[in-house]
């Protein structure tokens, strides 16, 4: 594959992940197959193309600029497992400042659990993702992959509260980002039972990912 091909398909992997999310675009699409339609339809979409994105990487011309160690893996192995429960904490949970959450009008800024910690969990479970993996593909292709999806994990936050600022109102936002905020602390109004069984989930989710890593991703973790 050239640099030329690499390229395409990274353009591609970003047109597909921001046109649908585009509010009238979105809109039409939501009235057509309804909103867990749209979700599940661009979950499938997101995770094909992320999956073309990281094939592309693997096919581009190898151009090393720093070499592998064994302590990058152990690195990586390990932050994967905060990434694991991170998202697992936060995935399907109502938030309102950020996308991958649901029943966001149930959202308590009196007890907001994780979202109190971190208004973007997605995005931060992606620069996280996108960090650790840097370690150990030292070659110009994968550096570039994972460089790119860091940066716009870190820049899609500004987006993104932007774009809930406009939808919610400045002033909403702002009170409620700051309620959540003051009550980040509120171990109290914790869902123990709920936290725990998702908690569960992560680690399970995790060994899976360990497990298929290598006939997955072709690359084995250790």
């Known amino acids: 594959m050239s640099w030329v091909q690499f390229a395409g398909v990274f353009l591609a992997f970003f047109i597909t992940h921001s046109i649908p999310v585009r509010p009238p675009v979105k809109a039409a699409i939501v009235r057509n197959i309804g909103a867990r339609g749209f979700t599940i339809g661009y979950s499938i979409l997101s995770l094909g193309m992320l999956g073309a994105v990281i094939w592309a990487a693997g096919k ?40 991958g959450g649901a029943r966001n009008s149930a959202f308590d800024p009196q007890a907001p659990e994780i979202i109190g910690w971190v208004r973007h ?18 070659d110009l292709a994968h550096v570039i992959l994972f460089g790119v999806f860091a940066v716009f994990a870190w820049l899609g936050r ?14 909403q936002w702002a009170t409620i980002l700051q309620s959540a905020k003051s009550n980040r602390w509120n171990f109290g109004a914790l869902n123990w039972k709920t936290g725990t069984k998702r908690v569960i989930y992560a680690v399970i989710t995790y060994w899976v990912l360990f497990k298929l890593h290598p006939y997955v991703i072709g690359v084995p973790i250790w």
């Open 60 to 99: 581009a011309p190898y151009v090393m600029l720093w070499p592998q160690a064994p302590w990058q893996h152990v690195v990586t192995a390990s932050g994967m497992f905060a990434v694991c429960i991170l998202l697992g904490l936060t995935l399907g949970r109502p938030n309102p400042f950020s996308f």
């Open 121 to 138: 969990p997605v995005l931060a479970g992606l620069l996280l993702w996108a960090a650790l993996h840097l370690l150990p593909n030292g």
């Open 158 to 171: 500004n987006i993104i509260d932007r774009r809930k600022q406009r939808i919610m109102g400045q002033d």
